[in-house]
């Protein structure tokens, strides 16, 4: 089956134009944050960061199927002693877009740096929002699951009455569970804090996110050969792992030194066929570059 990558050079308010409607199965992306990467991408104001990224997620709602999802890694910044509102702010005018808010991941960044601060201790979390289209969307979680720990040697011990049976939630959410149908698995379902380190080993990008972080929603809301889009790609980092994983994907970037440090990492075109590997020859890009 033959795998692409295309990579645009430019605005992504314009650049998202190009892409079919309802074509995307997953989007990941962290774009820059509020006066942050002034060097790089000019620094957006607290005040009009909303204004300035709701063209583009209104955008990200016409390319994304249906039954796709939007990951959103994004943090707030402090402004004068006070954390700064413009991502809550966001999240209400996405949904008066037709976005649906369906979850918040917590990224827990392992090795944050230390530091000290008059009113405040240091980040070690960043946010990953999660938005869909419909309630109704793809989501293949066992490709997440993770071993059951220790704790379930001593929690499945001794189960009581109420284990054994469908514990209804007692302030009428509907949920409930069964502790007892554990019993007998290896594997439980993830929570939905992610511990990760930060990408110290990659200097070309100034907050390039690690690799592992759109693995796992890679794994999570896409199965081969659907199409991954990063509309701020950075360094790339979404793309390479999509394409490793056999994947379809799409990004990206005004900055043309991120533009090229991505050209120059993907791999040549490659079919991945049942036959053995063969050269192919290498496209000459002007402001795309496929990797099929």
Not at 57 to 73: A, D, H, M, Y
Not at 238 to 252: C, D, H, K, P, W
Request: net charge positive.
């Amino acid at each position: 089956m033959e795998i692409k990558t295309d990579i645009f050079l430019g605005d992504s308010k314009v650049e998202l134009l190009k892409i079919p409607t309802d074509s995307v199965d997953l989007i990941v992306t962290s774009p820059p944050y509020a006066d942050q990467r002034k060097g790089t991408y000019g620094g957006i104001h607290p005040d009009n960061y909303v204004s300035w990224f709701l063209p583009i997620t209104q955008q990200l709602l016409r390319v994304l199927k249906p039954s796709g999802t939007f990951i959103l890694n994004i943090k707030e910044k402090v402004v004068n002693g006070e954390r700064s509102t413009y991502v809550m702010e966001l999240i209400l005018e996405m949904r008066k877009q037709g976005w649906l808010w369906t979850e918040e991941f917590i990224w827990h960044k392992k090795n944050c740096y230390p530091g000290k601060w008059p009113n405040r201790f240091r980040d070690a979390w960043e946010r990953l929002l999660q938005f869909n289209k419909s309630k109704s969307f793809n989501m293949y979680q066992e490709n997440v699951m993770v071993p059951m720990g220790d704790w379930a040697k001593t929690r499945l011990k001794n189960l009581s009455e109420t284990d054994k049976t469908r514990d209804n939630s007692k302030v009428g959410s509907g949920f409930g569970k069964n502790i007892s149908n554990w019993l007998t698995r290896d594997k439980a379902y993830p929570t939905n804090v992610l511990h990760l380190a930060t990408e110290c080993s990659n200097k070309n990008h100034s907050a390039a996110f690690p690799a592992e972080l759109p693995e796992w929603f890679i794994k999570l809301f896409t199965k081969e050969n659907d199409l991954v889009l990063d509309p701020f790609m950075g360094s790339g980092t979404t793309l390479v792992v999509a394409n490793r994983m056999r994947r379809n994907s799409i990004g990206i970037d005004i900055v043309k030194d991120y533009y090229d440090i991505v050209k120059s990492q993907l791999p040549p075109v490659e079919l991945y066929l049942l036959e053995p590997k063969g050269k192919y020859e290498k496209p000459k890009p002007k402001r795309r570059y496929a990797v099929r």
